[in-house]
């Protein structure tokens, strides 16, 4: 073989091995990108996936993998678009309604969530992943008897399913049948040890039962197990405050904002904690950043705040009891760290005031009769009254505002 010839085969060749690289299906880029991502090469994967897309703009498996991507890092109007895309190109494909569902139920679309899961359920009744996560929308909905049916539909898909026994469990709460809830959430655990989701669900529910220890320990393992969960730093911080510690709860409510500053529900329960401790401007600021982070805030709670803010208005909350000696042990009690809100539902002969702790609410000067309003006026904020006697009983009042 002359030189000639022999340069000519070897970029015969050449052309024919690169041309083999170049002709690579979508469905082999897809399968790369997957690997790729799999071994933590995401940035790889996603333009492995791009590729596959722009080869072949019809081929709905590479739509749906790009789009989970995006799902997982919080990318959501992305994701749905590529989903829908996905299922342009096959509007049967149960992967792409079930993944559409996850999105648009992060998107806060609670209705058109629970849509997309039955429609993937519709077209695939042997889907248990869509049965978890149609039961996991429906307890978010409030539905918890047909949560309920959905989970126990996934157990028997897949008997061996963590998530199946949360969800059932979460149903079971939501029915007020806490032993149940309870038996789940343990063996959801016994099945996936380090569920973070399954952890803080089970103390919520000892939460739910005022086992106020029991749940502290829960949210304290859960962030043992993972320090960025937001959730467990609000979980905790609400199980603190329902303890009766309210500064101990601010502090993880704010270690939940370190983590994610624009998280709502920590904005809100910030602003309450700061409402139970009269300290009303803060209370308004977090309401307001809940707000801005898109959490719908109470309408009656704003206007407390704004009337709490206005000079105008008083606010203070009572107990009334038959005798002077049941007055002066309230007096007692509270002296010794006792919650005057649990005393007012406890020993309160005003049932109205009573179950909202004792509470009166804002009222302006003139508002109330002379003897009321003078023994409030005289006390100061934060402080207890002297025991006020009238014809209706013995008074203990606390002035909040």
């Not at 248990?128 to 039961?135: D, F, I, P, R, V």
């Not at 401790?277 to 309401?287: E, F, G, R, V």
């Not at 206005?310 to 009334?320: F, G, K, M, T, V």
Request: proline share 2%; charged share 20%; aromatic share 10%.
């Amino acid at each position: 073989m002359n030189r000639f010839v022999f340069v000519v085969l070897i970029f015969v060749l050449g052309g024919l091995f690169a041309g083999r690289v170049y002709s690579q299906t979508a469905e082999e880029l897809n399968q790369q990108a997957v690997e790729q991502i799999a071994s933590g090469k995401v940035n790889e994967g996603i333009e492995m996936l791009k590729k596959a897309i722009a080869m072949d703009s019809t081929f709905a498996v590479s739509y749906i993998n790009l789009g989970f991507i995006y799902y997982s890092n919080n990318l959501l109007q992305q994701a749905a678009s590529l989903y829908a895309k996905a299922l342009q190109l096959e509007p049967e494909n149960a992967q792409a309604h079930n993944n559409m569902g996850a999105t648009l139920l992060a998107a806060g679309d609670l209705r058109r969530a629970i849509y997309e899961y039955k429609l993937a359920i519709q077209i695939r009744p042997d889907y248990a992943e869509a049965h978890n996560n149609l039961s996991f929308a429906l307890n978010q909905a409030g539905a918890f008897d047909l949560a309920l049916e959905e989970a126990e539909e996934a157990l028997k898909l897949k008997p061996q399913s963590a998530g199946a026994y949360n969800n059932r469990g979460m149903a079971q709460g939501g029915k007020g049948e806490f032993a149940k809830a309870e038996a789940d959430f343990k063996k959801a655990l016994e099945l996936s040890p380090q569920a973070v989701t399954v952890i803080n669900n089970l103390g919520s529910l000892y939460r739910s039962q005022g086992k106020y220890d029991q749940s502290i320990q829960a949210h304290e393992k859960a962030i043992a197990i993972d320090t960025l969960n937001v959730e467990s730093y609000n979980n905790l911080g609400l199980s603190v405050m329902n303890k009766g510690n309210t500064e101990d709860a601010l502090k993880w409510f704010g270690k939940a904002l370190a983590v994610a500053p624009n998280y709502a529900v920590a904005h809100n329960n910030i602003s309450y904690a700061y409402y139970t401790m009269l300290n009303y401007s803060m209370a308004m600021q977090h309401a307001k950043a809940a707000e801005r982070h898109g959490l719908k805030i109470s309408e009656q709670y704003l206007e407390d705040l704004g009337k709490a803010l206005d000079p105008e208005y008083l606010r203070a909350r009572h107990i009334l009891v038959k005798t002077r000696a049941e007055a002066d042990a309230i007096i007692s009690k509270l002296s010794e760290g006792a919650g005057f809100s649990n005393l007012a539902k406890e020993q309160s002969l005003d049932k109205n005031s009573a179950s909202r702790g004792g509470d009166l609410g804002y009222f302006k000067k003139g508002d109330m009769s002379a003897e009321f309003e003078q023994a409030i006026l005289n006390t100061p904020v934060g402080k207890l009254s002297a025991v006020l006697e009238t014809k209706l009983g013995f008074h203990i009042f606390e002035r909040l505002k």
